[in-house]
């Protein structure tokens, strides 16, 4: 066995630092958790409780395999706008009767569960995981419909939610909505364009067009009861597949729908049993320094995330800023790629390139573990094929088939980025640590091209430079940077699908490994572009 060693000092004063700051993160992202759990606040929890409902939250737990984990994704969108933190939506992957599923959950509480812009964004993102990975998708549906004061940023592309369902259904994913309260407008769709739909009685409303508006367009008087109730759909218009009498019925009855479902993953359980790591994963907390301009040895983090500390290191000589090998991770085999000393140089570069398609033919995973400034700069490098060798690279992870996880530790700029399977790459999942950082560039770069480019401009012009001016400017331009790079603004915007606490890293993308082995996957033969030798 290969096992990994530590030399990590838990007792040093280095490590104390970067745990201290690593905590001191955490601290600040829960605060802000704490916001999308609090949903619409004190007020409209006591109301919507008042009528006897469930919170979002509530009604995922009830439906889930007791004491199974609920990987929750995107629980900070919406962080910095206008809208409640969360986007009055719950998204995450749990377990249903021994079956891994896709659970959406509008939170009632929060402008009555209306959908804003980072709520259709945040729910396509989770058809995407489930179309991927072929996840059952169960939608605890209590919706007013769009926020009508967004509905400009929300009517149009909002239509690809209802395609979205009609896609899963066609491919054989199954879909089921459960409805509590409102579902209306265009949210009609979700139960008419689902393959189960339960609704909840006295309390669901599905219809087109409410008393008012029907009132308006045909001068008929109904009630909510007659025009969309649980029981006339279920004994009349035909919608309601399964008519439950509370809430606790309902999700009961879900329960029993996934248990018929007949789901089988594409791939068995894994070959070997899951070892844990010898290193403890408490000691995460510590390993990334909380500047992040300090290097740190990813392998201290691989030995604390795979089975048994074990890694088999690929090319361990060659292009050492980037560590590649092989592991299992709770039985699961996985590729790795790990950033070392941050910046990537042409050696790395193509040692990717080969490693990305080994993991290909041997239909392998790939965990990519960021922490890069971005592909070297420079005359020498210039001229030695730095940009061939990173779009290599970047070639690499664009065609590999396999799945992709990653997660931002550190650094995270540039094409760096891009060539480490960042978010427009399509990573099946990508997940940040407190400490990340993701930009075009670090702050003070970027301020400085800034810099240089008003100082060159002005020299062209025969003027005069203000150099108090400019010490305002990069003052101003390193701040918004620095705001923009951190994991809180980057998951705001559903950049990653959330910030973890790295001492769950490994929990997390156990679950992860085990989803994608529920849809069939097989590596790029061939089918790379034109790699530039």
């Not at 089921?176 to 006295?202: L, Q, R, W």
């Not at 997660?407 to 400490?435: Q, T």
């Amino acid at each position: 066995m290969t096992v990994l060693s530590s030399l990590l000092d838990p007792s040093g004063p280095e490590y104390a630092a970067a745990r201290d700051a690593m905590l001191a993160r955490l601290a600040e992202i829960g605060a802000e958790h704490a916001k999308a759990l609090a949903g619409g606040g004190e007020k409209y929890v006591a109301r919507h409780r008042a009528r006897g409902k469930l919170l979002a939250r509530e009604r995922v737990e009830l439906l889930l395999d007791p004491d199974t984990p609920f990987l929750e994704l995107s629980p900070l969108a919406g962080w910095g706008g206008d809208h409640t933190v969360g986007a009055s939506l719950v998204t995450g992957i749990g377990v249903v009767e021994g079956v891994e599923c896709l659970v959406s959950a509008n939170d009632p509480t929060v402008r009555g569960g209306a959908s804003n812009p980072w709520t259709l964004k945040k729910a396509l993102r989770a058809h995407e995981i489930a179309r991927a990975n072929r996840l059952p998708v169960i939608s605890l549906v209590e919706s007013g419909g769009a926020d009508l004061p967004s509905q400009k940023e929300i009517f149009i592309p909002g239509g690809a939610l209802f395609r979205d369902l009609t896609r899963l259904s066609a491919a054989g994913v199954p879909t089921i909505a459960v409805v509590f309260g409102n579902s209306t407008a265009g949210g009609a769709y979700i139960p008419g364009m689902s393959d189960h739909v339960i609704m909840v009685k006295e309390r669901a409303k599905v219809f087109l067009g409410g008393p008012p508006l029907v009132k308006m367009a045909t001068g008929e008087d109904a009630d909510d009861e007659s025009l969309g109730g649980a029981e006339m759909h279920a004994r009349v218009s035909g919608l309601a597949d399964h008519f439950a009498v509370d809430e606790a019925d309902a999700l009961r009855q879900a329960r029993r729908v996934v248990a018929r479902l007949n789901d089988r993953k594409a791939y068995g359980p894994s070959a070997s049993a899951a070892e844990p790591p010898l290193h403890d994963e408490d000691e995460l907390l510590g390993i990334v320094p909380g500047d992040l301009k300090v290097p740190f040895d990813p392998r201290e983090v691989i030995a604390r995330i795979v089975d048994s500390s074990d890694f088999d290191e690929f090319k361990p000589l060659y292009g050492p800023s980037l560590v590649t090998g092989w592991a299992r991770l709770h039985g699961y085999p996985v590729g790795i790629l790990a950033n070392a000393q941050g910046v990537l140089f042409s050696a790395e570069s193509q040692k990717a390139a080969q490693f990305i398609q080994l993991a290909n033919q041997r239909d392998i995973p790939l965990l990519f573990l960021h922490n890069t400034t971005g592909y070297m700069v420079g005359r020498e490098y210039e001229q030695g094929g730095i940009i061939k060798h990173g779009s290599m690279m970047i070639n690499a992870v664009s065609n590999s088939r396999v799945p992709h996880l990653s997660v931002l530790m550190g650094a995270s700029y540039g094409a760096g980025h891009y060539g480490m399977c960042g978010r427009a790459y399509d990573p099946r999942f990508l997940f940040s640590w407190p400490s990340a950082k993701s930009a075009v560039m670090g702050p003070q770069q970027l301020a400085g091209v800034l810099s240089l480019v008003a100082r060159a401009s002005a020299a062209a012009k025969g003027q005069p430079y203000d150099e108090d001016a400019d010490a305002g400017l990069r003052a101003m331009v390193e701040r918004q940077i620095e705001a923009e790079s951190l994991p809180l603004f980057l998951s705001g915007r559903l950049y990653d699908d959330g910030v973890i606490d790295p001492r769950d890293t490994r929990t997390v993308l156990g679950m992860c490994l085990s989803v994608v082995h529920g849809a069939p996957f097989e590596g790029a033969r061939g089918g790379f572009g034109v790699f530039r030798m």
